[in-house]
């Protein structure tokens, strides 16, 4: 097992924003899977929906089924009419994986353009679309230099060049860098990478698999930005912590058989189910509603971390720590986790990732124990 700040926990069972451990101590959860349970562990009504699947069917593989069906059309309740639900898959990485596929299918283009600190899987293709960590280089793949390492206008102007001098078939953005830092850039930006993709016949893919379905306040990023990119990839916070992504697609890309083949656990009845319970629980809560509270609280419960040099970005229930070379995120993620409250940093950033249902005073008494550490750090 990988060492963390939080190798010795083990935990036992889990109920809305607090984990249980083995020896009987709870710990608010900031980390939350990851980011995948937004709407609390073991939310019974979610639970209610897994154990009626429970006793009928488990996994059919490509059969259809009520359960898939109910799903697709919950999801397509929360997007514009020009786009079609075209498949549920089980990570993030394997609707990233086949967007490329659909890309190079659609466009007949195979390269493909990602950004520096970007997140979209760690398989070896999706890996190097902006992760750090890849191993390898693909010939046709190319990363470019992000924000904030260069503004806006360079960032642009770099992909005006790659897309004119490559054979570009697809472009991927992750619309707010989660691992990455925390950045996001101005509406005006996404709107001319959104033109630059058009123009030039390549596929824009906006990976909202951590930002979707409310994280940062809306249904999705795009929403916000005005744009329609060719495919939208989701996933986390749709399944609570179930595995569980889909991909969506303009209805004028018809899907063909190479573009979404199946895979063993894609779309099962069981995952199906959690969907529905998901969306479903989540029409009836007043998300923007709970999601604001949120933003309001960290940043004004951690706003004073600056003054050490430590910058807090982000938005809604996505929220990031970076800290300055003096200050190590992980000494400062165990001491946190100590005061009770579980954070997961990564390089020398922490990413705070509450689920829409936290309670007031757990969120409250988080915020006290992290600026306390930042504080102390
Ligand atoms: C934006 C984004 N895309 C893709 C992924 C990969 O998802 P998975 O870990 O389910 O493969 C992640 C995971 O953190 C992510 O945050």
Redesign the pocket.
């Known amino acids: 097992m990988i060492p963390t700040h939080a190798s010795n926990i083990e935990v036992f069972s889990a109920r809305n924003d607090l984990l249980i451990t083995r020896d009987g101590r709870q710990l608010i959860d900031l980390f939350c899977g990851?980011?995948s349970v937004f709407l609390g562990h073991a939310n019974t009504s979610i639970n209610r929906c897994l154990k009626d699947q429970l006793e009928k069917i488990w996994n059919i593989g490509v059969l259809k089924s009520p359960a898939r069906a109910e799903a697709c059309e919950q999801i397509e309740r929360f997007f514009p009419d020009r786009y079609a639900f075209a498949g549920l898959y089980s990570?993030?990485?394997?609707v990233?994986e086949f967007a490329l596929r659909v890309a190079r299918t659609m466009t007949g283009k195979k390269g493909v353009v990602g950004f520096d600190r970007?997140?979209?899987?760690?398989s070896m293709a999706?890996s190097c679309l902006g992760w750090e960590n890849k191993l390898i280089s693909l010939p046709e793949f190319r990363r470019l230099p992000n924000i904030p390492v260069i503004p806006e206008d360079e960032v642009l102007d770099n992909l005006l060049s790659a897309l004119r001098s490559d054979q570009i078939g697809a472009v991927f953005v992750?619309p707010l860098l989660?691992?990455g830092g925390g950045h996001t850039a101005s509406p005006g930006f996404y709107r001319q990478l959104s033109d630059l993709c058009l123009e030039y016949g390549a596929l824009l893919i906006f990976?909202?698999?951590?930002?979707g379905f409310y994280r940062t306040g809306t249904p999705f990023m795009f929403n916000e930005f005005g744009i329609s990119p060719d495919i939208i990839?989701f996933?986390?916070a749709m399944g609570n912590g179930f595995?569980v992504?889909g991909i969506m697609l303009d209805k004028k890309y018809a899907v063909e058989p190479t573009m979404l083949p199946s895979s063993t656990f894609a779309g099962n009845p069981m995952a199906a189910v959690v969907v529905s319970g998901t969306l479903q629980f989540m029409q009836e809560m007043d998300m923007p509603g709970a999601v604001v509270h949120i933003q309001n609280t960290i940043n004004s419960a951690l706003e004073s971390v600056e003054h050490r040099g430590i910058k807090l970005r982000g938005k809604g229930a996505l929220w990031v720590l970076d800290f300055p070379p003096a200050i190590n995120a992980f000494q400062v993620a165990g001491a946190v986790l100590e005061e009770g409250v579980l954070v997961s940093p990564t390089q020398n950033i922490i990413r705070l990732l509450p689920p829409a249902t936290i309670e007031d005073d757990h969120l409250a008494r988080a915020c006290e124990v992290i600026e306390e550490a930042c504080m102390n750090g």
Do not use: R
Not at 118 to 122: F, I, P, R, V
Not at 207 to 211: A, N, P, R, S
């Open positions: 990851g980011g990570t993030g990485m394997e990233a970007s997140m979209h899987g760690k999706t992750e989660g691992t990976d909202e698999i951590l930002t990839l996933g986390k595995p992504s």
